[in-house]
């Protein structure tokens, strides 16, 4: 393989991550999307075949912090966690941006970063500061102007430097204080009216309030099942016509358990545990963990990219030898 030949690796999309979400968005049926914490997560689930990711706010906090979902994570460590799950997966990332980080003003810079994160889309919610995970008692909603200059900000900033950045926009106040279905409907409404490419209504409790939500909310609807929040199949999600619909923090809950269980499993059996992991997962499609993380294609690089004596360092060495 010689440089001008680059592997597969190393091609660029033809088109960007945010059109390729438009497009999918366009396709007539319910968008199915996972939730991931990290690159890692977000691998697993485009491995597997999903056209689009997740990153989950919540899985975020406890993933990167330890912490729950109530305003510890920063735009900062939101937006590295984003950049890093956009630059680990092809397919488009759908992000959770909280409320913005502050009014009106700092949203712009919210969204301007994170189109510069590389990820597809963003969602906005209309919680007051600290905010906390929708499906968390307490929440509390900000003024209905307030919100809705917001997303007249974020829309602005979007056409500015990318058109086709996906915005969607969520309301909290079904189950805040004060709040009501009512007011939620209401609210996304005008967010889509302000510019919001999807409206999401956080938290409902019934199905009945979903089959609301997807008759009055007057543009493509936002669903997170997860939470208070009722279950439906694929084809019940298509009959409904939701736009898109996620299970935030499924994958979140799987590497939870199983790493709770291997680390009993090392407690009471002490590093033979290791062996018996290794056993088990030995033809498991991620069980070699050097193979998925990548080093094959590393491998290809480097004999695309550098001096064929490089590749001499293979030679007469230990370990895993990626597959040329």
């Known amino acids: 393989m010689t440089a001008a030949n680059p592997p597969d690796t190393a091609a660029a999309p033809a088109v960007r991550a945010t059109t390729r979400l438009r497009q999918l968005l366009a396709g007539g049926r319910t968008v199915f999307v996972p939730g991931c914490f990290n690159a890692v997560s977000a691998r697993v689930i485009e491995m597997t075949g999903f ?42 990332v759908i992000a959770d941006a909280d409320n913005g980080y502050g009014n009106a003003v700092n949203v712009t810079r919210t969204v301007r970063e994170y189109i510069q994160t590389g990820v597809a889309a963003i969602h906005l919610e209309d919680q007051s500061l600290p905010k906390r995970c929708g499906h968390v008692a307490g929440r509390q909603v900000i003024p209905l102007a307030e919100a809705v200059g917001k997303i007249r900000a974020a829309d602005a900033v979007r056409r500015q430097v990318d058109p086709d950045f996906v915005l969607i926009a969520r309301s909290d106040a079904r189950g805040a204080v004060g709040g009501s279905l009512d007011d939620a409907i209401a609210r996304v409404n005008a967010y889509l009216d302000a510019g919001a490419d999807l409206g999401f209504v956080e938290g409902p409790t019934s199905v009945a309030e979903v089959e609301r939500i997807c008759r009055e909310v007057r543009g493509p609807v936002f669903y997170n099942m997860t939470g208070v929040s009722p279950r439906f199949t694929l084809q019940q999600m298509n009959d409904y016509g939701m736009a898109m619909t996620i299970t935030a923090n499924t ?52 004999e695309a990219y550098m001096p064929a004596e490089e590749l001499a360092k293979y030679e007469g060495t230990i370990g895993y030898r990626p597959k040329a």
Do not use: C
């Open 251 to 302: 994958m979140l809950r799987a590497a939870l358990t199983a790493m709770y269980d291997v680390a009993v499993a090392m407690r009471d059996d002490g590093p033979m545990a290791e062996a018996a992991l290794m056993e088990r997962i030995a033809s498991h499609p991620v069980g070699d963990l050097h193979k998925f993380s990548g080093l094959d294609a590393i491998r290809k690089l480097e």
């Open 51 to 92: 056209p689009a990711v997740y990153m989950t706010g919540y899985g975020t906090s406890v993933a990167q912090l330890g912490m729950p979902d109530v305003g510890f994570a920063t735009m900062t460590e939101m937006h590295t966690n984003a950049r890093w799950i956009a630059n680990a997966v092809s397919i488009p």
